[in-house]
Every structure is written in C-alpha cells, then in structure tokens.
C-alpha cells in the first residue's frame, strides 16, 4: 500500500501527464529525489524544507499541502493552522513549531515529562533576561 506521499506524487503525475523529470525540472530538485519520494514504501525521516519546497513548487501544490502529506508518510501528525486571538483568522504557521509538536507526541509519558520542563526552564531563563 501506497504512503500519502506517493499517492499524492502519483495522483498529480497522471493528473497532468508529467513524469518525475517534469517535477524536477520545476521544482529545481534533482529527479532522483522525486522518484525516491514517488517510490519509497517508507519515509523514514522528513525530508529536508528545500526539498519540500521544490516538490510542492515542482506539483504546482501549496507548500503546507506537501509538507503536511510527507510529515503523514514518516508518521507524524502535523496540527492544522492555530487561529487568532477570539478564534479569528487563522494565523501563519511555523514549521519548526508544527514539527516539534508533531515529534513530542512520538516520545513516551516521561520523555515529553522532561521536554516540558526543559521548555518551562528555557522560559523561566528567557523572562528573567527581559
């Protein structure tokens, strides 16, 4: 069974008729990168935000689409866009954020018991500096 990843790859290949070249050439990334991620079983890890970059210009899709598609395919769940103040507009998200908090549910109980006091910490240091 495909990962959300190649179906993605897959179902846009044969929706506009272009091959792991076309992708490439679009996206500035090497074609070797787009059939890896096209006919991988397996994520094993993100790929890097340039690479993301260049496939989601590469699809002609948003950028928040792909990442999110390839963070589904190394198992990690991306949260959607937090909202704004009163439930407002959505604000813009940060990746580093999303994948943070994606990765912290992969730890065990005592594991995100010790990252959370290693952010109380850095927040405790960060307003006494202030």
Do not use: F
């Amino acid at each position: 069974m495909a990962n959300a990843l190649q179906q993605l790859i897959r179902e846009r290949l044969d929706r506009k008729g272009w091959s792991y070249g076309d992708v490439a050439r679009r996206g500035g990334i090497p074609r070797s990168t787009v059939h890896h991620l096209a006919t991988s079983d397996r994520v094993v890890r993100m790929p890097q935000p340039t690479t993301l970059e260049g496939l989601a210009k590469g699809l002609e899709l948003p950028l928040d689409i792909v990442r999110r598609t390839a963070a589904e395919a190394c198992g990690i769940h991306v949260y959607g866009p937090a909202t704004g103040a009163g439930g407002g507009a959505p604000r813009p998200t940060d990746p580093d954020v999303d994948l943070l908090i994606a990765s912290v549910q992969q730890l065990s109980a005592d594991d995100r018991r010790h990252v959370a006091a290693l952010v109380e910490s850095l927040l405790d240091r960060s307003a006494r500096e202030k």
